[in-house]
């Protein structure tokens, strides 16, 4: 068994697409044309049958006039001296059986006899009926012979069996001999042409497919732009190179992402490490007094503080978005939940001087996560209150939206507002509008990236309207009651923002 899996394995070849889509296109061929072959065999036999058997009726006819039977014996009226009627008659009369109405044989050839003389009942059934009968029978040595039987009368008006037969051999042989040419030497030479051609045009079939496994392994992390030219065939390989191609796009931007990503978490870890190192190394060789590296300490502290919030959004983050954090979804009326959110926030805002306002309809229920809606909120009113400067307005409004089955949360401000050239990217990860204006407010730039999952997570969707100078505007839309607990789950990079 297993010398024979060697053996397989080494004939890697015997697994191929080509070998196995040659092999299928000769065997397809094979039944085909064995099926042709039976088809041919038995229409030739039945024409060759049917000539037979013309002729043998124009024989049983020209035999009728030439026998005549007096008084119970039959008689060959023969011109003798013609040769040529005489050879019609002995022709005639090669194959031939005469019986009266009681089965009794009047006379026959020896080669009828060698066939078999019909039976008493056969004749009566065949002479009460008055019917012709044509079958194959075949003499002792098996030679097969077509016999024509009908009934005839004598002098008297009195009723005779009549049987005549021809033999079919010939017929038999023609068909034998084509059918033997046929199976043993069109039916080989075709396979083996099919299967060259199939070979062949597998290969051809196959080309662009093995074009596509080489560059995909041509292709690594840094080979990500490689691209496979597509044939202009429109086919379904032109198909599956489409989305190849656009498969390798995805993975390279990806790869970009990972890439950037990565630069921004050493950028943005780098900067409070390298904050800490300088306050400690001035500490270590200039400080003197406690309350000097009491200070310093303080600071360092600050700073370890600030790396780990980013530690643990970005730990947070990447849970969320690999599933591994569980939403635990129920029926919430969401204007509860802003009331909450927004009790939290009058005090930052009343210490800002900014004005918090809140609008809040009821029945606006939808199946979410109370945590992460709070998280939600937070994040977009903690944006909204940072970027307004004092004496600006921030507010909340939550309610039922004009699209039925739909329940709409929007945080509006007065604030900064946003450039419209940043506006695509203010959901990436470590993404801050670096302006006048923003520079001296702290941020990670994680508080939206958390957003866009929340609102992928509940199969909602996110706008921003912001105009520079004058204040931002998020509407979040979500979909309302049971219907958001039926939908399936989306992954968060698949939601519209
Ligand atoms: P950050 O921690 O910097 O606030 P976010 O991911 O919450 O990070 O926001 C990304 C950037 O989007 C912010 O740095 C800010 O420039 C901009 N932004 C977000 N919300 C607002 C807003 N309400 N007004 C103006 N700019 C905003």
């Known amino acids: 068994m297993r010398a024979l899996r060697t053996v397989w394995t ?12 040659t092999l299928s296109y000769v065997l397809f061929f094979t039944v085909l044309l064995v099926a042709v072959g039976l ?93 012709q009968e044509v079958r194959v029978r075949h003499d002792a040595d098996g030679v097969p012979y077509m016999i024509r039987a009908g009934a005839i009368r004598g002098q008297r008006g009195n009723l005779y069996f009549f049987a005549m037969g021809r033999s079919i051999e010939a017929n038999q042989r023609t068909v034998d001999n084509f059918m033997r040419s046929y199976y043993f030497l069109m039916l080989p030479g075709a396979i083996f042409v099919t299967g060259l051609l199939g070979w062949l045009l597998a290969g051809r079939a196959i080309r662009p497919l093995n074009l596509v496994a080489a560059t ?14 597509r044939r202009g065939a429109n086919d379904e390989l032109d198909n599956l ?39 400690l190394e001035v500490a270590l060789f200039t400080a003197e007094r ?17 790396l780990s919030s980013i530690v643990r959004a970005l730990l947070l983050l990447s849970q969320a978005e690999s599933g591994q954090l ?51 909120l937070s994040n977009l009113l903690s944006n909204a209150v940072k970027y307004t400067p004092e004496g600006g307005t921030v507010s909340v409004r939550v309610g039922p939206d004009e699209i039925h089955g739909w329940v709409r949360l929007v945080v509006d401000d007065t604030g900064v507002g946003i450039p419209q050239e940043n506006l695509p990217h203010i959901f990436d990860r ?66 519209s923002l």
């Open 10 to 21: 080494r004939m890697g070849f015997l697994r191929s697409l080509r070998f196995r889509l």
């Open 39 to 131: 088809l041919f065999r038995r229409t030739l036999q039945l024409e060759m049958d049917g000539d037979t058997r013309a002729t043998l009726e124009e024989e049983w006819a020209a035999a009728k006039g030439y026998l005549h039977i007096e008084k119970g014996h039959p008689v060959w009226v023969v011109d003798t001296s013609d040769p040529e009627e005489t050879y019609i008659v002995e022709h005639l009369k090669h194959v031939y059986m005469l019986a009266d109405a009681g089965g009794k044989v009047l006379e026959s050839s020896q080669t009828y006899d060698s066939i078999g003389v019909d039976s008493p009942r056969d004749i009566q059934r065949i002479l009460r009926n008055s019917t």
């Open 216 to 229: 995909a392994q041509e292709i690594t992390g840094s080979k990500l732009s490689l691209r496979i030219p």
């Open 241 to 279: 190179i489409d989305s190849f191609n656009r498969m390798t796009a995805r993975l390279s931007r990806s790869f970009d992402q990972i890439r950037q990503f990565s630069t921004d978490v050493s950028h943005e870890l780098r900067t409070p490490l390298t904050a800490i190192r300088g306050q």
């Open 290 to 306: 406690p309350e000097q590296f009491r200070d310093a300490m303080a600071n360092a502290l600050e700073d370890v503080e600030n």
């Open 326 to 376: 569980a939403l635990q979804k129920a029926a919430l009326d969401l204007h509860k939940v802003a009331a909450d959110v927004v009790d939290q926030f009058q005090i930052p805002a009343e210490e800002k001087g900014v004005k918090l306002t809140a609008t809040l309809e009821p029945g606006a229920t939808a199946m979410v996560d109370r945590t992460q809606m709070e998280r939600l």
């Open 430 to 495: 470590f993404y801050r509008v670096r302006s006048v204006e923003t520079r001296q407010i702290q941020g990670l730039g994680l508080g939206l990236s958390f957003v866009a999952w929340i609102v992928s997570a509940h199969q909602g969707t996110i706008q921003t309207v912001s105009n520079e100078g004058k204040g931002s505007c998020f509407t979040v839309r979500l979909p309302m009651g049971m219907a958001a607990a039926l939908e399936p789950a989306v992954e968060p990079a698949s939601a």
